[in-house]
Each structure stands twice: as C-alpha cells, then as structure tokens.
T-cell receptor, first 114, second 115 residues
Framework: DQQVKQNSPSLSVQEGRISILNCDYTNSMFDYFLWYKKYPAEGPTFLISISSIKDKNEDGRFTVFLNKSAKHLSLHIVPSQPGDSAVYFC?????????????FGKGTKLTVNP | EPEVTQTPSHQVTQMGQEVILRCVPISNHLYFYWYRQILGQKVEFLVSFYNNEISEKSEIFDDQFSVERPDGSNFTLKIRSTKLEDSAMYFCASNFGTGGWGELFFGEGSRLTVL
C-alpha cells in the first residue's frame, strides 16, 4: 500500500546545479505535504512543507511545488551543495480527516558531487 | 536548540524478550509519536499520543506494543514479546499539534536488533 511514492531511489547531481526530487501520492485526502532530510544515524529533519491550498512554497535554496491534479510534488534545491547529500523523504498527511500520522515515501538518496 | 532525545541508541535482544525504548520529547510539545523504519524500507507510523492517551495507531501497533508517559518528561514504547520482524530503527517524535499544524521533530532513533 504505497500511498506516497518516490520512484527514484537515488539521484546524483553536480555542485551548483539544480536537484529535483519527485514524489507522487494516491490518497486524495492528503492535504499537507512535507519534505524531510535524513543523514545516516540521525532522525529525519524537517525541511519544508506545503499546504494543498498552495502550489508553491519557497525557503531559501529549497522550493516545493505541488500539482494537485496530478497528485505530484517536487522539491527543487538550487544551487545544490555537497552538504545537501542525504536521503530525502516526502511525507503527507490528511489533516482535515483528523489523522495525525504522516505517511512517508521510501526516500531518495541525493548525492551532490563537488 | 531543543531536541528529542532517545535511549538506548542500540539494543540487542533475544526473541520473546520485553523491550522498552525511551524518549524525552521537547518540553512544551503536546503530541508524541513513534515511527519505525525497517532497514531499506520507508518510515512507518506506529502511534500518536495526546493528553495521556493514544489518539491514533496503525495496524502495526498490535497488542504486543504499548506506550506510556510515566512522568512529565518521558515517553516510552514497550514491546512485550519481541519478534525477529520487530528489528528496526524506532524514531520518537513530538510537535505542538497534529498534521499540518507543524512539522514533527524526530529523535535520532533507537536501533532494535532481535536475534
């Protein structure tokens, strides 16, 4: 039951270029989406979020885009830096449905090469 | 910066033994969670806890699992009789409110290995 899918297990980009991480979801009840970053031996760390009433949210080098009709969101990192190398998880929740749980994708391992 | 702390960082146990994983959430947070990640798989929701009771749990959180907030600071996950498939990284998390009210703050995780 993959309600949140990250179809690319890994992505490699050059420093300074744009990293684009993709996420698809199937549950139309999801109305809040988040991206988390995870380094080895650490817990996930919140990066950026977007509500379903928006289609874009920007925070410094990180921008999340939401396409509700396609049930697709993406995280853009520009410019990418070696320190961005980590596993990125997309997560979603159905807040209007009263659910408190986040449903995570399997993650995409980003490697930014110097 | 306040953080969620978890102990132990790694526990090895025999199948059938009881395990208690401990967490100290961020002090002014109201909602507490346990998630787990089996090696190579996604992070999965186990349970959420608010106002001293479970508010939501997943199908994974069966009768072998229980949570407790024994005092004002600790939040524990107990697995009564561990199985091999319980081997995973267990993450505690907390926040001010549910879902879109704010992101979850995760601890560094407790790795459980069941032999």
């Amino acid at each position: 039951d993959q309600q949140v899918k990250q179809n690319s297990p890994s992505l490699s980009v050059q420093e300074g270029r744009i990293s684009i991480l993709n996420c698809d979801y199937t549950n139309s009840m999801f109305d809040y989406f988040l991206w988390y970053k995870k380094y080895p031996a650490e817990g996930p760390t919140f990066l950026i979020s977007i509500s379903s009433i928006k289609d874009k949210n920007e925070d410094g080098r990180f921008t999340v885009f939401l396409n509700k009709s396609a049930k697709h969101l993406s995280l853009h990192i520009v410019p990418s830096q070696p320190g961005d190398s980590a596993v990125y998880f997309c997560a979603a929740s159905a807040t209007q449905g009263g659910s408190e749980k986040l449903v995570f994708g399997k993650g995409t391992k980003l490697t930014v090469n110097p | 910066e306040p953080e969620v702390t978890q102990t132990p960082s790694h526990q090895v146990t025999q199948m059938g033994q009881e395990v208690i994983l401990r967490c100290v959430p961020i002090s002014n947070h109201l909602y507490f969670y346990w998630y787990r990640q089996i090696l190579g798989q996604k992070v999965e929701f186990l349970v959420s806890f608010y106002n001293n009771e479970i508010s939501e749990k997943s199908e994974i959180f069966d009768d072998q699992f229980s949570v407790e907030r024994p005092d004002g600071s600790n939040f524990t996950l107990k697995i009564r009789s561990t199985k091999l498939e319980d081997s995973a990284m267990y993450f505690c998390a907390s926040n001010f409110g549910t879902g879109g009210w704010g992101e979850l703050f995760f601890g560094e995780g407790s790795r459980l290995t069941v032999l």
